[in-house]
């Protein structure tokens, strides 16, 4: 069984920072992709950015300069540091792991709610 914790979190002020991390554990087999996406209220869950294990990345218009989005391989964790946050970037984010193993198989995490106030 695979599991996804999240954590980092929490109210913040516009103009200001925040750091999520993504613990991966149990039997995930190979890692191929590791991401954030986020949910605001009534919308759809959108990807934020992403990483491969080769260590490529790519990140959605609307966070490109403000965040970055980093792993390491030996904890299984990944994560998602972003700058001058916006109130637009108020939403639940959640991990998502692809992996391959027999199969690809795709895990997504609880979710960790990102609050900022203008």
């Known amino acids: 069984q695979v599991h996804l914790v999240e954590s980092g979190g929490g109210l913040v002020q516009a103009g200001g920072s925040l750091s999520l991390s993504c613990a991966v554990s149990?039997?995930?087999?190979?890692?191929?992709?590791m991401g954030w996406y986020r949910q605001a209220p009534g919308k759809q869950r959108d990807l934020v950015a992403s990483?491969?294990?080769?260590?490529?990345?790519m990140y959605v218009d609307s966070v490109k300069g403000r965040a970055t989005i980093s792993r390491d391989k030996a904890k299984n964790t990944v994560y998602l540091q972003m700058n001058s946050l916006k109130p637009e970037d108020t939403a639940v984010y959640y991990c998502?792991?692809?992996?391959?193993?027999?199969?690809?198989?795709?895990?997504w995490g609880q979710g960790t709610q990102v609050t900022v106030s203008s």
């Open positions: 990483i491969t294990s080769g260590g490529s990345t």
């Open positions: 149990g039997s995930t087999g190979s890692i191929t992709v």
């Open positions: 998502k792991v692809d992996t391959w193993f027999g199969g690809r198989n795709v895990y």
